[in-house]
């Protein structure tokens, strides 16, 4: 069955980084667009970061220049890079694959 793992997040003061990771299985994953998408508290999930299979990336205007997306297909995983971290990244972030959700992982900016 897919699973998608997420690992990474904690806390961090404004200004540090974080790199998530996704690590995926059950599919075939080097076929499949995957994306990072957010929630934070009393605030809708949103989109972050997409990868295409083909590495094009998408990414919100809200980080735009801090963000990185990237994908490993020999490890089946996707990363997000995140540089700059601001109060308002604070959020749950999940791993996403068409129909798939992983279980999130906690980003806290705070000082």
């Known amino acids: 069955q897919v699973q998608l793992v997420e690992s990474g997040g904690g806390l961090v003061q404004p200004g540090g980084s974080l790199r998530l990771s996704c690590a995926a299985s059950?599919?075939?994953?080097?076929?499949?667009?995957m994306s990072w998408h957010r929630q934070a508290p009393g605030k809708e999930r949103e989109l972050v970061a997409s990868?295409?299979?083909?590495?094009?990336?998408v990414y919100a205007d809200s980080v735009k220049g801090r963000f990185t997306i990237s994908r490993n297909n020999a490890e089946s995983s996707v990363y997000l890079q995140m540089n700059d971290l601001k109060p308002e990244d604070t959020a749950v972030y999940y791993c996403?694959?068409?129909?798939?959700w992983g279980q999130g992982t906690q980003v806290t900016v705070s000082s």
């Open positions: 059950g599919f075939t994953f080097s076929i499949y667009a």
């Open positions: 990868i295409s299979t083909g590495g094009g990336t």
């Open positions: 996403h694959r068409s129909r798939y």
